[in-house]
């Protein structure tokens, strides 16, 4: 999949940098029954796709995921719903020396630790290499996969190998073009409340539809 042209890498960061300020404040002000329901919505979703055949060629396989901040989509109910499937999951452990992030076994939601900006991790008792699915937090997306994060490129070192991806975003996080410099990458497909997108287009991702190989 191919996000929009790349734009020149002055204007794009200045361009990023506008809509990152806008979208996190929309973030922050956005009424917390509102996320949390939107985020039960989007954990369904996820947990209705996951049962099905979504990736050809991994019988058992990993996913990675996130652990939200306050005001990010919630992936808890998910992530509990693989662990009593008994399906691998990671999650993040942020390296702010080496700048950059690796993934780690998650057990439990309660077996956690505090990490870099009061976030989440897991232990460091058994990283997870090659994940199958990497489930992808931002600041905003648009249709084609690309994506706005914090700006630290952390996620953009991870998605440019083979890994599949996915966007996950509320509904108003999907904006009509992500400024897109030479370093960023795109996502596989962005999954919201209200459908999943994919080169341009919305399309459903019901029990049945799988990455192609």
Not at 60 to 68: C, D, F, G, R, T
Not at 129 to 147: M, N, Y
Request: net charge neutral; charged share 25%; glycine share 10%.
């Amino acid at each position: 999949m191919v996000a929009e042209s790349i734009m020149d890498g002055g204007r794009a960061a200045a361009s990023k940098a506008e809509l990152r300020q806008a979208m996190l404040a929309k973030r922050r002000a956005w009424p917390a029954p509102e996320r949390e329901r939107a985020s039960e919505i989007l954990c369904a979703r996820l947990e209705q796709w996951t049962r099905s055949g979504w990736l050809p060629g991994r019988a058992n396989p990993s996913i990675a995921v996130y652990l939200a901040s306050p005001y990010e989509a919630n992936l808890d109910e998910l992530i509990r719903s693989l662990l009593r499937r008994e399906i691998a999951v990671a999650a993040p452990r942020v390296d702010l020396k080496r700048n950059r992030i690796s993934f780690w076994l998650l057990r439990s939601l309660e077996a956690t630790e505090t990490g870099a900006w009061g976030l989440r991790e897991p232990p460091a008792w058994e990283p997870v290499e090659s994940p199958a699915l990497l489930l992808v937090p931002g600041v905003a997306f648009d249709s084609r996969g690309g994506r706005l994060g914090m700006g630290g490129g952390w996620y953009d070192r991870l998605l440019s190998g083979s890994v599949r991806s996915v966007g996950v975003a509320f509904d108003w996080q999907l904006v009509p073009d992500v400024p897109r410099e030479a370093h960023d990458r795109p996502v596989d497909a962005v999954v919201t409340p209200g459908a999943w997108f994919a080169g341009g287009k919305a399309f459903d991702a019901g029990p049945g539809w799988s990455f192609a190989e």
